[in-house]
């Protein structure tokens, strides 16, 4: 099994030679530390100075890593990949919005994202962040349990309506929604919010799904105690489970704040975290759905192990495998050949507002030497197959 994400055949079946050549050169040069700080710097630069650098951006990073700059242009992407068996999910890029109007228009794309991809088989979920909804510092003061002036009292119980619309309308759709997860200092209020959601609109199935970053040493006890409150509730956990992202933030944090790390104390306790939340949530499928979000091939090769144990098809609608669009395309295309449920993240938007999106996708494979060397040398090795 492990042998099938070899196929480079099956996981780039999709790009052409210039589009391979394309990857090719784009991953050289991510794995250039200085160049990614330099490129980084000099784009945006240009992006505040108003040079025409737009289609320069678009022809390279952004054509591989977004699908377009809206729903509609990510269309002929979602197709191509579904013929391969391999689903989207649309994630609306923009970040670092903290204005009000600009909640309320998130919410509104969302909605529209929603209606859009309602019975498009290739796009069975939406996702969205729950910072696109309010203000980073508002979560983490209702998280820490202190009393809210009326005026933020106010501003939170927009904060719960947006998210109680998107779920209604999720599930009068049927449409299943993911809700990421960020830094641990905001996510016990938001935390609240979907467990709350899932009280309300997973009573007969898994609809809204949130994150458990599984680098948090306490995600697995969080798990079991939401899965005590779904049994006496009667409702269905959605979750997804990654690594999380947000690690050299959280340990600084941490240190400087003088608090014990939300962080597993090294990268094995992280995966034998992943692992445990897998097993359990793959042991309690009757009333839970897992969507795994990793790009680690280890992990997605005991998923798809467990599940043959545990006799659970690769077809089976209460597991997911996911990855971003632009990376791993090994384990996305050739899981979805053995005909397990893939669906990869992605993102949109115009190409200024992407930019933070794509300089984090830079310098995490650039801090993530291993997963770009990966990258680099499948690139070659399907190269070298089409006799590039
Ligand atoms: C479809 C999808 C959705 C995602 N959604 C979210 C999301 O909602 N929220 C979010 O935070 N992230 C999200 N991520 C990103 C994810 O959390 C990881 O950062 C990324 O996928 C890399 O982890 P990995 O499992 O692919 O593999 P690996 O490359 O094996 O793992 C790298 C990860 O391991 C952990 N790690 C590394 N070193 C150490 C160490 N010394 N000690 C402890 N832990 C360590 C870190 O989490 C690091 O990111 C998503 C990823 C995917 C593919």
Not at 205 to 232: C, F, G, S
Not at 277 to 288: K, N, Q
Not at 319 to 334: A, E, K, R, T
Request: one cysteine or more.
């Amino acid at each position: 099994m492990d042998q099938i994400f070899n196929n480079t055949e099956n996981a780039f079946a999709l790009k052409t030679d210039s589009q391979l050549e394309r990857a090719y050169f784009l991953f050289k040069l991510i794995a250039n530390q200085p160049l990614v700080r330099i490129g980084t710097a000099v784009t945006n630069f240009a992006i505040k100075a108003h040079l025409p650098v737009e289609s320069l951006i678009r022809a390279t990073v952004f054509d591989h890593f977004c699908g377009g700059t809206s729903e509609e242009e990510c269309i002929p992407v979602v197709d191509k990949m579904f013929e391969k068996g391999v689903c989207s999910v649309l994630d609306y890029s923009v970040e670092g919005k903290e204005e009000e109007e600009q909640f309320d228009a998130t919410l509104e794309k969302i909605l529209k994202i929603l209606r859009f991809v309602k019975e498009k088989q290739a796009i069975p979920f939406a996702v969205f962040k729950p910072t696109g909804f309010g203000r980073i510092s508002l979560y983490q003061k209702v998280g820490e349990g202190k009393e809210l002036t009326s005026d933020e009292q106010d501003e939170w119980n927009c904060v719960i309506n947006r998210f109680d619309v998107v779920c209604k309308k999720a599930h009068e759709m049927d449409v299943a929604l993911l809700i990421d997860g960020e830094e641990s200092w905001m996510q016990d209020a938001a935390d609240d919010i979907v467990a709350t959601m899932m009280r309300k609109y997973n009573k007969e199935k898994p609809i809204v799904y949130n994150t458990l970053q599984m680098y948090r040493w306490d995600r697995l006890e969080y798990l079991k105690q939401l899965h005590m409150d779904a049994k006496a509730q009667g409702f269905h956990i959605g979750m997804k489970l990654v690594r999380g992202a947000y690690m050299e933030k959280e340990n600084k944090r941490a240190e400087e704040l003088g608090y014990k790390s939300p962080i597993c104390i090294s990268k094995q306790a992280t995966d034998e975290n992943f692992d445990a939340g897998v097993m359990y949530m793959l042991d309690h499928l009757d009333c839970m759905a897992i969507f795994a979000g990793t790009h680690n091939e280890a992990s997605s090769y005991k998923v798809a192990e467990i599940m043959k144990t545990k006799h659970i098809e690769n077809h089976d609608s209460r597991v997911w495998f996911g990855q971003l669009y632009g990376m791993s395309d090994h384990i996305s295309f050739n899981l979805a050949a053995e005909g397990y449920n893939v669906a990869k993240y992605l993102p949109f938007g115009p190409v200024r507002d992407v930019m933070p999106y794509l300089i984090r996708r830079a310098e995490e494979n650039t801090s993530v030497a291993g997963q770009t060397s990966r990258e680099l040398s499948l690139l070659k090795q399907e190269k070298k197959r089409r006799k590039l």
